[in-house]
């Protein structure tokens, strides 16, 4: 269908796509993130979707459609339902668990890592590497393929390197790296 004919209002399903990926990379994350995917998509499945189904169930027993709110809102609430339903499972499909308290102990940066970091203004930052599906920026949480974890990502303790950012060259040093521990990784 040509896509001046669609609703403006349905998301085309290139929007449904999951976020792109390095050329090559993988869809990294931890056990954390894993199983809060995992549990959302069962919540979906197992409550939100059969309680919507009986909603607009019950709404098209009630006669006329066309002015029924609850069965045109229950509708528009399914799709968004599927349409996450099938989001999830496709990043779920293409997830690499990778455990960082296997790095428990050690002061250079992998995936999982709490980096703390001086810039060139004397600032100090400490963000947690993570992946693309579970980092929040408000909690100082980055994704692996953003430009400050792949700048900070294999250097060491101690180690200076070089973050280009629209307003130019910015070093930044290496002040701390700290992973959690084996029996007590927190989310």
């Known amino acids: 269908m040509n896509k001046a004919f669609t609703k403006e209002t349905e998301p085309d399903d290139d929007e449904l796509a999951p976020a792109p990926l390095p050329a090559g990379g993988k869809n990294y994350i931890t056990p954390q993130g894993y199983e809060r995917l995992r549990s959302e998509l069962l919540n979906l499945i197992d409550d939100e ?7 607009v169930h019950w709404a098209a027993s009630n006669g006329d459609r066309s002015e029924n709110g609850d069965y045109h809102y229950g ?28 790095h428990h102990g050690s002061d250079q940066v992998f995936f999982g890592a709490t980096v703390t970091y001086a810039e060139d203004s004397g600032a100090e930052r400490c963000v947690t590497i993570l992946g693309i599906d579970e980092a929040n920026s408000a909690l100082g949480q980055i994704s692996w393929i953003s430009p400050v974890a792949r700048a900070l990502l294999k250097s060491r303790v101690g180690d200076e390197v070089t973050l280009v950012t629209p307003q130019g060259m910015q070093t930044l040093e290496i002040l701390k790296v700290d992973y959690p521990a084996p029996d007590k990784m927190a989310d």
């Open 49 to 55: 979707r059969p309680k919507m189904v009986e909603i």
């Open 75 to 102: 509708k528009k609430r399914l799709r968004e339902i599927d349409r996450r339903i099938r989001f999830l499972t496709q990043r779920m499909e293409i997830a690499e668990v990778s455990n960082p308290s296997l």
